[in-house]
Structures are given as structure tokens and as C-alpha cells.
């Protein structure tokens, strides 16, 4: 079952400060374990950059036959982008919704898939409805189709660029108020949903919890996604040193909202492992201990981190008289 994680920026810092791992041991020895998760072990991600329509079942069939590709590829672990069974929008989540339960299609899609398989599927997110309310919400599911956890997105995409675009989630939805880490038998993954990753917090606390890499669903648009989609994946794999992969749907100029696209993984070093253009396509990626250790050993944040230093974080006071 995925791990939620409610604890303070500081809290979850301080539980890991100084960065101690036990020690390494069996195969992982030839070269310096001792600066990776020990659970982490080297795996395939495919993550499917898939052209969502409005019909929900054309989305289901389109989203397995993919899934089923990028299997036959290689892949162990599978990623679906942000809203993908749905148009995005305020004005389609409420009658896209679905409760998360073993009837309800989508989890029913994903459930046998993720079996047949036997694989780990990260299902990108749908609009969930819960009591009254309504989530954009990721299903995350183990190679015996069990579903391992539940992500909803913390920070809702609220945002005005006059001209531009002006949007506001919180307008439908409601923010989920826990982050999620997922155990795998490659590692533990932390989970964010688009605009979670522009939140650092997240990814810093998935890292001292022993996250491998952080998986992020994302719609971004084609104002904010050629400023910043990659420099944020970046941005979060440097600062933790692990693995970013960021999914997006294909872009499509005749739905009301456009898509960047530009499914991505970047390495522990800041680097891109791959990455595609806006078109309907996988990217695949081998997610490599070895290269995060390398990139510790060369680059020895872990050891050079002054918790002495730092104090409490407060949040920042505007306009305070
Ligand atoms: O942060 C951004 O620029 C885009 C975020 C977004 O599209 C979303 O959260 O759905």
C-alpha cells in the first residue's frame, strides 16, 4: 500500500538528517550502493504520451492498447498522463467523475491491465468523485492488478498569464491533503499531479524518504509548458539527485484545452534520459542505480547538507505591516 505522508517540510528533513542508508549488500556492489535507496533496483518506465478524446471508452481501449506497447518494449513500470480518460477542463470533470471503486470502469481498465501484464501502472489521473466532492485523482496499481494507492493532487492549478490563459481548478475541484510515496520492487516513487511539481517540497521530502524518483502526471499548456515543463523536471531531479519522469497527453488543437505534450525523464543528474515531441507516442527510459550513484559520489550533496544552518522554514508574510 502507498505510504502517505503527512509531515512538515522540516519534519521531514530533520528525520532524515544527516542522509544515512543502512548499509549495501548482495549484487549492488560493484560500485558505491551506500549513495542509493537500498530498495532501489534498475527497471524500465515507459510513459505514454496518449491523445485523449471525449468518448471515455475510446480513451479506456486507447490507454490499454498503449500500455500493451509499451510492455512488448520493455517496460516494467507504465505511466499515464493527467486526466487521461476526460477532456481537462472545469466545465467536463463533474460529468467525467468516477468514484474510485472495483466497478467503476476506469479502475476496472487499469486493475486488468496492470494483472494481465504484471505490471506496475501509474494511471495518470481522472477527475474522482468523493462524498460531495470532486479530486483529480491518480490510481497506482501492482503487477497482480492491486491497487497500491491513491494520489490526489495538493495544489490545484489557479493561475492568470492576461491573454494568455487564465484558469482555475479550485473553481470544480477540491485539493487532496496528502502526499504519496509508493513501494515497489524497484524502489519507492514519490507522486505528484502537474502543478504538484512546481511545489519542491514534495520531491525533497519523496528524496529523504528514500524516493528513487518522482512520477508526475501533467497537463501543462503552451504558455507555461515551453517556460517551464522541462527546467521543473530538472529542477527537482538536481536538487535531489533522483530520477524526474513527467507525462503528458498529446496535444490536441481542436480540444478546448491544448496540451503541451513533451513526456519526459530526466536522470538523477539533471540531465534528459528522454523525452518526445507533442505528438501521440512512448518515451522509454532505463532507470539506473548506478547512475544516481555516480552522480551522488561526484556532486556529495548528501554529506555537504548544513541542517545546522537551516531554520525553520516559515511561510513567506505579504504585505505585513
Ligand atoms: O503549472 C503549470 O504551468 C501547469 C499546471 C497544469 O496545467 C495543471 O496543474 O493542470
Known amino acids: 500500500m502507498s505510504k502517505n505522508v503527512s509531515t512538515s517540510f522540516i519534519q521531514g528533513i530533520r528525520k532524515f538528517s ?18 542509493v535507496p537500498k530498495d532501489f533496483r534498475p527497471f524500465r518506465i515507459g510513459l505514454v504520451q496518449l491523445a485523449s478524446t471525449a468518448n471515455k471508452n475510446e480513451n479506456l481501449k486507447n490507454a490499454c492498447a498503449q500500455i500493451s506497447e509499451a510492455v512488448n518494449n520493455g517496460s516494467q513500470m507504465v505511466v499515464l498522463p493527467e486526466c487521461f480518460n476526460s477532456p481537462y477542463g472545469n466545465q467536463y470533470f463533474n460529468d467525467y467523475a468516477e468514484t474510485i471503486e472495483e466497478t ?3 479502475y476496472q481498465a487499469l486493475h486488468c491491465i496492470a494483472k494481465d501484464l504484471k505490471i506496475y501502472l501509474f494511471g495518470g489521473s481522472i477527475p474522482e468523485r468523493k462524498d460531495d466532492k470532486l479530486y483529480n485523482t ?10 497500491i494507492g491513491i494520489h490526489r493532487k495538493i495544489h490545484l492549478f489557479d493561475v492568470d498569464f492576461p491573454g494568455k490563459i487564465t484558469f482555475r481548478e479550485s473553481d470544480s475541484l477540491s485539493p487532496g491533503n496528502s502526499m504519496t510515496i509508493i513501494s515497489t520492487e524497484y524502489g519507492k516513487i514519490g507522486l505528484g499531479i502537474c502543478y504538484d511539481i512546481r511545489f519542491p517540497e514534495l520531491a525533497t521530502i519523496g528524496a529523504r524518504n528514500g524516493c528513487c524518483m518522482m512520477i508526475y502526471p501533467g497537463a501543462f499548456n503552451l504558455t507555461t509548458g515551453p517556460l517551464h515543463w522541462e527546467l521543473l523536471a530538472r529542477a527537482r531531479a538536481i536538487d535531489n539527485q533522483i530520477y524526474v519522469a513527467s507525462c503528458a497527453p498529446a496535444r490536441d488543437m481542436s480540444a478546448s484545452y491544448h496540451a503541451w505534450g513533451h513526456s519526459t525523464v530526466v536522470g538523477p543528474d539533471g540531465m534528459v534520459s528522454a523525452t518526445m515531441d507533442e ?4 518515451v522509454y527510459a532505463d532507470i539506473d542505480p548506478e547512475h544516481m550513484a555516480s552522480t551522488r559520489k561526484s556532486i556529495s550533496l548528501y554529506t555537504q547538507r548544513r541542517f545546522d544552518v537551516y531554520s525553520e522554514t516559515k511561510p513567506l508574510k505579504l504585505n505585513e505591516n
Open 18 to 35: 544527516p542522509f544515512v542508508l543502512p548499509k549495501f549488500s548482495c549484487r549492488m556492489n560493484h560500485f558505491n550502493a551506500s549513495l
Open 279 to 282: 505528438k501521440p507516442g512512448i
Open 138 to 147: 491518480s490510481m497506482i496499481f501492482n503487477p497482480s492488478g492491486n491497487l
Open 104 to 106: 467503476s470502469p476506469t
